[in-house]
């Protein structure tokens, strides 16, 4: 029977006992051994960035600039005498990196022609804040540290980067998150493209203040780690100094199964998409383990497994590129792997091709697509050629001559690691749940002492000092939250807009009912963010003002509900002229009541039965608007 | 042995380490007031203070622990790192240009120093084939090292040991020399040089970096490849200086040893011809030259190693209001030299001339440059001018105060006669003052050759 890729590609997932995330249990992630840590990111709320005086968090588009630069970045030695992997794979890929300056947001720092200015201690101290809210041990003096990063995100080569706290705890409503440490760091320049063997960056967002909290691999199921990652991020918003909005958090997922390694999903912007990421990528690893078994399996000598290629001289390229041929011994069945959803091994070989090859989409065909391009008779003449066996797979590949030479070398390099098992990897990060590989994983090998900075003494008092102003724990706003009788579905709004401490104080100071005010917070505003187009002066201390308003005009705080709308769509406007605009008029609670007989009447006019139910809802239809803020709704229903 | 034990540690940081017994390089636990702390423990930098204990943890970062908060530590193992540039054998090419790479220390290939916390000079052919594999394309390469200084302790010893390497080495028919350099006094260098090693044969390339090679993104190892280039195949044989053009890592420019400043502290494109054009534009692709007559590439070894300096000659920066007793305390002092570095076109105030005539009288060797580093001290078009030339002070036309200053060094290494002095001063050797300043000398922005030209040429100035 002749070889079918889709039904291998069904038949292997079945047989790593792949479930889809909505069917997966607890079970399940045991069955794989699922382990997960995170790397929180989270931008600092200052004026300047952290080693220069640039403002921060001002943005320009791609293509508004005052210069460009190039650098093209060298690995070099760590602190202990050791190249890190990462580095000299970047060194393979040959990029040309390109940087667009503005010079409202940069300066002769950011593009490493400037030694660092003395570090930005409004960013120093609230970083310390979150670190002592994180239970981490402080250090007693803070040395930047220089991280290498060969990708051209920081033009110097490095980031510079300090440890201010190790070994931490997060509590989190159903367990305990161990803490690895806390660092604050330079933020990186944002990309605009990569194309070939030039990639393009901007340099606006480059050296913002940023601190990083990295937890231990605690969590045992996709949704806790997002459950951990909100619970970071509410930490880091209670204290009220931190940036919001898109791009101002951002976090590396760090997943493995039982036997796997770790690997490092970069950049996800959204915890929600946290759960789809690590399932499939705990199934990934489990699926490649498989691959591993069924090679060492046919193959008695991994060691000296090689491929053998050849040009295809007869075919030509439009763009006069070179085609070759790849024979991968014993890899037959093993291309059209399951490895994630609509994915395959082969896709191991193309990612890695394009990325350390800088091979140009498309560049590649094998001889088990799914959807396949060439028929099997011209792989058959492939085969031939290259004298290949029928438990051998076959690649074909198109690329410009310099790029040949790495080429060949990361697919063989890539099908050798097959052997081992999963190869410590950066992924990056799709909306559809899936990920392609985008480095090698970096590790200690990359710090270097920063020579061009002094180290920064962490006094006893200081400490001391910040601690004793923190705000409370989110753990204990969250009990409290509870204790109120408010729903947790409107958690993670109220933590991650940081509504807490305005909830709170609402129903403190007004001494209103807790649970109104915090379903009012956690569900109405929510919905009225959703559902207007908000003031720019728009601000949630607006909402405590009204009801303060209300309460000092013994107006019933329910029409708050009513006004809400306005208010988040004309911030400036006062409260009264709120109330006018919708129809509000202050009348006494008499006339209100003194109404209900002559409506009773109206309704029961001409009708020779009346319904009292229908007699009531009617009278209170009448009345509602009327009635809102001046009377209590169901004081009124009472009495009619 | 504490010395080594305890590397940088002093006070009360190395009372704490030696009663818990725990070494440099030693992995620890540390128990402190603060939570718990486990790591290596580093060399601490010399200058740093005695109330904390460098860690490396587990994440490759560092942190400093406060003595005061240690309740108790231990060490648990040891481990201590080898530094150690990977070193190649650089190979042989035949039909490559042999060149000679001298090192005198500065940052062009740099490694870790706990003592000072900076980074310290590692060099050998190696080493540098290890670090810039690319070098091996360009010539066959063979380095000394002379001396390791940092720039800013290069001197009239490191002067005259260079040009005395420089003549054995022409002797033995390199094609061509490189040194390496640290920045801050590379033009210095290049001036001392260019007096000392006259009628040379074959390009003398002074090279540094802005950024130490222990950075991915230094500019030491395009420098080198640049400098490399200009030594073994330019045709001009002058002492240069390399160093980038523009910042970004595309082309350098080669500046002649006597017209070339260090002008910013930290940009890589630091170093800027002054007064007149770079010499040249160099790629690792070409060599453009800019400037149109150079000296010229020989077959000969007719090289002539002048290897003289003088320690009493001294330079005086003038500014409004300075006293006479300044420049009297430099003549009692017994300087024979005094280069004035004056205002506008050549200018100091009135009341320094009685300190002037003193020195006059005692026969001190005088000479004006400017402080506007561009253009010719003119002394004739004020009365001013006209009264200090009388007092003795020679206008020392467009020479840069620098360079006048390693000049006049280098005279009075030779001669005190004030008329012979004189002549050789204002005889240039190689363009330290020129007869014509090109138009464009000040206008070009040297790192936007040629756009920028272009723009002068279309724009009104």
């Known amino acids: ?640 | 042995m504490d010395s080594d034990i305890f590397q940088g540690y002093k006070g009360d940081a190395l009372e704490v380490l030696k009663k818990y017994q725990v070494r440099v390089w030693g992995t620890t636990k540390v128990e402190t007031t603060r939570g718990t702390f486990e790591g290596t423990v580093l060399p601490r930098a010399e200058n740093d203070d005695d109330k904390h204990i460098v860690v490396k943890i587990i994440t490759g970062y560092n942190i400093g622990i406060d003595i005061r908060t240690i309740t108790t530590m231990e060490e648990t193992g040891y481990k201590k790192a080898n530094y150690k540039i990977p070193e190649k054998q650089f190979p042989f090419t035949p039909g490559l240009p042999s060149v000679k790479l001298f090192g005198t220390g500065g940052t062009i290939a740099s490694r870790l120093d706990y003592r000072t916390g900076a980074v310290i000079p590692a060099f050998s052919p190696g080493e540098l084939y290890g670090a810039v594999p690319e070098l091996a394309d360009i010539c066959n390469l063979d380095t000394e090292k002379v001396f390791a200084v940092f720039s800013e302790n290069m001197g009239p010893k490191q002067y005259m040991a260079l040009a005395k390497a420089i003549g054995k080495e022409i002797e033995n028919g390199i094609d061509g020399i490189v040194i390496g350099h640290g920045t801050d006094t590379l033009h210095h260098t290049g001036a001392a040089l260019t007096f000392m090693c006259q009628n040379l044969p074959v390009p003398v390339v002074l090279v540094g970096s802005q950024r130490s090679s222990d950075r991915p993104s230094s500019d030491a190892a395009l420098n080198l490849m640049h400098a490399m280039k200009a030594a073994g195949t330019s045709d001009i044989a002058e002492v240069m200086v390399c160093m980038f053009g523009p910042t970004s890592d595309e082309y350098g420019l080669l500046h002649k040893g006597t017209r070339v400043r260090k002008m910013h502290s930290s940009y890589r494109s630091t170093f800027r011809t002054i007064g007149d054009t770079p010499l040249a534009r160099i790629s690792r692709k070409e060599i453009n030259p800019i400037k149109q007559h150079y000296n010229k590439r020989r077959n000969d070894k007719e090289v002539k190693i002048l290897p003289y300096f003088s320690d009493k000659v001294t330079m005086l920066y003038y500014y409004p209001g300075m006293a006479a007793d300044t420049l009297d305390a430099l003549v009692e002092k017994g300087y024979k030299g005094i280069i004035f570095v004056g205002t506008g076109l050549g200018h100091v105030n009135k009341e320094l001339y009685p300190a002037i005539e003193r020195a006059q009288a005692k026969g001190v060797h005088m000479y004006m440059t400017l402080q506007t580093l561009w253009g010719y001290v003119h002394m004739f078009v004020y009365d001013t001018g006209r009264d200090m030339m009388a007092k003795g002070i020679i206008p020392a036309g467009n020479m840069l105060p620098e360079v006048a200053w390693v000049k006049l060094s280098w005279i009075l290494g030779q001669t005190e006669d004030p008329e012979k002095v004189k002549e050789m001063m204002l005889t240039p050797v190689n363009d330290e003052i020129t007869l014509r300043e090109p138009y464009n000398g000040y206008l070009v922005y040297q790192g936007g050759v040629p756009e920028v030209e272009d723009f002068i040429k279309d724009v009104h100035k």
């Not at chain 1, 078994?293 to 439009?318: A, C, G, T």
């Open chain 1, 1 to 640: 029977m002749q070889f079918n890729p889709k039904q291998n590609y069904i038949q292997t997932r079945k047989n790593i006992g792949y479930v889809p995330r909505l069917e997966a249990s607890q079970k399940d992630y045991d069955r794989i051994g699922f382990m997960s840590g995170l790397e929180v990111h989270q931008q600092l709320l200052t004026k300047e960035k952290l080693f220069c005086h640039c403002p921060a968090g001002i943005y320009h588009k791609s293509d508004d600039y005052d210069a460009e630069l190039i650098r093209h970045m060298r690995p070099t030695l760590s602190e202990l005498g050791e190249y890190d992997g990462t580095a000299l794979m970047e060194f393979r890929t040959r990029k040309e990196i390109i940087y667009r300056i503005k010079n409202e947001n940069a300066c002769t720092y950011e593009v490493d022609d400037t030694p660092p200015f003395p570090i930005n201690r409004e960013a120093l101290e609230i970083a310390l804040e979150i670190s002592l809210l994180s239970k981490l041990n402080v250090v007693g003096e803070v040395h930047i540290t220089r991280k290498q990063y060969l990708d051209g995100s920081i033009p110097t080569g490095f980031q510079r980067t300090a440890i201010l706290g190790v070994e931490g705890e997060l509590e989190l409503p159903k367990k305990k998150v161990r803490l690895i440490q806390l660092s604050i760091e330079e933020d990186s320049c944002r990309e605009i493209s990569d194309i070939g063997h030039t990639r393009t960056y901007k340099t606006d967002r480059l050296g913002m203040p940023l601190i990083e909290t990295v937890t231990y691999p605690d969590f045992v199921n996709p949704e806790e780690v997002m459950e951990g990652c909100d619970y970071i991020r509410f930490l880091n918003r209670s204290t009220g100094k931190v940036r919001t909005g898109m791009g101002a958090g951002r976090q590396d997922v760090n997943v493995s199964c039982r036997g796997g390694s770790r690997v490092e999903i970069k950049g996800v912007a959204h915890s929600k998409w946290i759960p789809e990421l690590t399932h499939n990528e705990a199934f990934r690893q489990w699926a490649l383990l498989h691959i591993k078994d069924q090679l060492l399996k046919s193959i008695s000598e991994p060691k000296n497994w090689k491929i053998h290629s050849m040009e295809l001289s007869e075919l030509k390229d439009v763009n006069a590129e070179k085609i070759y041929a790849v024979n991968l011994p014993g890899f037959h069945g093993l291309l059209s792997h399951f490895t994630q959803p609509g994915k395959s091994f082969a896709d191991e070989i193309g990612d890695r091709l394009s990325v350390i090859a800088c091979l140009e989409q498309p560049f590649m065909m094998h001889s088990e697509m799914l959807e396949p391009v060439l028929g099997e008779e011209e792989w058959e003449s492939i085969r031939i050629s290259l004298d290949a066996a029928k438990e051998d797979a076959q690649i074909i590949f198109w690329a410009n001559e310099e790029d040949v030479k790495t080429a060949l070398e990361t697919i063989e390099e890539r099908c050798q690691m097959a052997f081992e098992g999963v190869p410590n990897e950066t992924r990056k990060s799709f909306v559809d749940g899936t990920t392609i590989f985008e480095r090698v994983l970096p590790g200690a090998d990359r710090m270097y002492p920063d020579t061009d900075s002094a180290p920064i003494p962490l006094e006893d008092e200081y400490i001391t000092r910040l601690a004793e102003n923190l705000p409370v724990d989110v753990i204990e706003n969250h009990k409290q939250l509870l204790d109120w009788g408010v729903s947790s579905e409107t958690f993670t709004y109220i933590f991650s807009k940081n509504l807490f401490p305005i909830i709170e104080k609402t129903i403190n100071t007004l001494k209103l009912d807790p649970k109104y005010i915090g379903m009012f917070f956690g569900l109405r505003l929510k919905f009225a963010e959703g559902q207007y187009k908000k003031g720019l002066e728009f601000n949630y201390n607006m909402v405590y003002a009204l009801f303060a308003w209300l309460v000092k005009s013994d107006i019933d705080i329910k029409l708050a509900e009513k006004m809400l709308p306005e208010l988040i769509q004309h911030p400036k406007m006062d409260f009264a002229s709120i109330l006018e605009t919708i129809g509000f008029k202050k009348i006494d609670r008499e006339s209100i009541l003194s109404k209900i007989p002559i409506l009773m009447n109206k309704f029961a006019e001409g009708k020779t039965e009346v319904n009292p139910i229908h007699q009531k809802n009617w009278v209170m239809g009448q009345l509602r608007n009327t009635a809102l803020g001046n009377i209590n709704l169901t004081e009124l229903s009472k009495t009619i």
